[in-house]
């Protein structure tokens, strides 16, 4: 089935760690998406891709690095220079043939948890 | 790109239509109304989007108001399952993605 998939569900880290956050779509999307959500809040965007080799900051980038080497993958490390990373993480895709580009298609997302 | 504003929490009765608000008062010509709904821990799911005429399909209703100012998303015969939070988003024609907002959105409880 086509979709996209991010992994692990749910992931703990130290204080001071890096951590990369993998997603993957089969969905042939060209534009892909991170987000963060924190509790009883919106979404907020993180980056996004329009094409492979090619990324721009969200509102909220600092502390957060991608890269989109594949049109398939957008992983999303997350450095220690993100003061506050605990959150849960979501990917999203959109751009297909047949869809508008602001029909995004989310994946299960991770609860990252840092102590 | 225009705001939006929707009640933070709404209740439904299990088998009733849910009738869910959002006012875009400042909408502009080329902007469209998209709803996405996001079950608790999981990813936002697309439901629907409309310019100015109505719309339906296999999810939900969206009703545009003639003036454009507001919508209504309607789950017509509401589930336990449609419990989530409901995002109204409006968004223009060449919006830069960073401009897409998911508010806080409104928070439905489907009750037995």
């Known amino acids: 089935d086509g979709g996209i998939t991010q992994s692990p569900k749910y992931l703990f880290r130290k204080e001071g760690q890096n951590v990369t956050l993998s997603c993957e779509q089969n969905l042939n999307h060209d534009a892909m998406y991170w987000y963060r959500q924190d509790p009883g809040q919106g979404l907020r965007l993180i980056y996004y891709s329009q094409i492979v080799n090619d990324f721009q900051k969200g509102d909220i980038a600092e502390g957060y690095s991608v890269s989109r080497e594949k049109k398939e993958s957008f992983p999303l490390t997350v450095t220690s220079a993100q003061k506050n990373p605990t959150a849960f993480y979501l990917c999203?895709?959109?751009?297909?043939?047949?869809?508008?580009?602001?029909?995004?298609?989310f994946g299960p997302g991770t609860r990252l948890t840092v102590t | 790109d225009a705001k939006t504003t929707q009640p933070p929490s709404m209740d439904c009765a299990e088998g009733r239509a849910a009738n869910l608000p959002c006012n875009h008062s400042t909408i502009s010509g080329n902007e469209y109304v998209y709803w996405y709904r996001q079950i608790h821990s999981q990813g936002p799911q697309y439901i629907i989007h409309?310019?100015?005429n109505n719309e339906t399909n296999e999810m939900a209703s969206l009703i545009i108001t003639e003036d454009r100012k507001s919508s209504t998303l309607i789950l017509p015969h509401a589930t336990l399952r449609d419990t989530a939070v409901y995002y109204c988003?409006?968004?223009?024609?060449?919006?830069?993605?960073?401009?897409?907002?998911f508010g806080p959105g409104t928070s439905l409880s489907v009750i037995p």
């Open positions: 409309g310019l100015k």
């Open positions: 988003i409006v968004i223009g024609r060449g919006t830069s993605y960073d401009k897409v907002i």
């Open positions: 999203a895709s959109s751009g297909g043939a047949a869809t508008s580009i602001y029909e995004q298609y």
